[in-house]
T-cell receptor, first 108, second 117 residues
Framework: GQSLEQPSEVTAVEGAIVQINCTYQ??????LSWYQQHDGGAPTFLSY????GLEETGRFSSFLSRSDSYGYLLLQELQMKDSASYFC?????????FGTGTRLQVFP | DSGVTQTPKHLITATGQRVTLRCSPR?????VYWYQQSLDQGLQFLIQ???????AKGNILERFSAQQFPDLHSELNLSSLELGDSALYFC????????????????FGPGTRLTVL
């Protein structure tokens, strides 16, 4: 079967750093993506890793270890607007298999 | 605004009925994906079309069907609706084949919230 595991909830304060982990077990693997979704909104793309290592995009970074079937999203200098759900997703040929999501709450 | 449009925004209907959800992808995108998101759940992949042809199928019920038209818009048809079909339905599109992060990004529409009473 295919499964992606993420923590259900993470809390942090403004200005802090938070890491959201994702472990996956899928039949096909063409890369790991991260999406952000605010309540009532559409998912928006944050990052994509096809190869092992760290990808940095502003305050957000994403890491992948294919040998460990593991990745994480690192959010730095947290802001209140970062409060949202974050989904990892494995690319299997063209389709995306999403994790159940991690709800991040940022407190002042 | 992702450039992907979905109509209607909200839909309320009764069990046993049939509804059609519509999606227009971003200009230039050939792939359309449909996802279902139930309350506090992740996104479940339903089906993908590429330039009018079915490309991949996920956990789509037999009561559900989809198609992509020559102008690349897509419709998701849900029939014999059940209470459990109440969910947010998202459509997403992605650019034609290539490489790198931009190729792997999917652009999501605002979704259609379906409520089955």
């Amino acid at each position: 079967g295919q499964s992606l595991e993420q923590p259900s909830e993470v809390t942090a304060v403004e200005g802090a750093i938070v890491q959201i982990n994702c472990t996956y077990q899928t039949s096909g693997f063409y890369g790991l993506s991260w999406y952000q979704q605010h309540d009532g909104g559409a998912p928006t793309f944050l990052s994509y890793n096809a190869l092992d290592g760290l990808e940095e995009t502003g305050r957000f970074s994403s890491f992948l270890s294919r040998s460990d079937s593991y990745g994480y999203l690192l959010l730095q200098e947290l802001q209140m607007k970062d409060s949202a759900s974050y989904f990892c997703a494995v690319k299997d040929t063209d389709k995306l298999i999403f994790g159940t999501g991690t709800r991040l709450q940022v407190f002042p | 605004d992702s450039g992907v449009t979905q109509t209607p925004k909200h839909l309320i209907t009764a069990t046993g009925q049939r509804v059609t959800l519509r999606c227009s992808p971003r200009s230039g995108d050939l792939s359309v994906y449909w996802y279902q998101q139930s309350l506090d759940q992740g996104l479940q992949f339903l089906i993908q079309y590429y330039n009018g042809e079915e490309r991949a199928k996920g956990n789509i019920l037999e009561r559900f069907s989809a198609q992509q038209f020559p102008d690349l818009h897509s419709e998701l048809n849900l029939s014999s609706l059940e209470l459990g079909d109440s969910a947010l339905y998202f459509c997403a599109s992605s650019p034609p084949g290539g490489g790198g992060a931009s190729y792997n990004e999917q652009f999501f529409g605002p979704g259609t919230r379906l409520t089955v009473l």
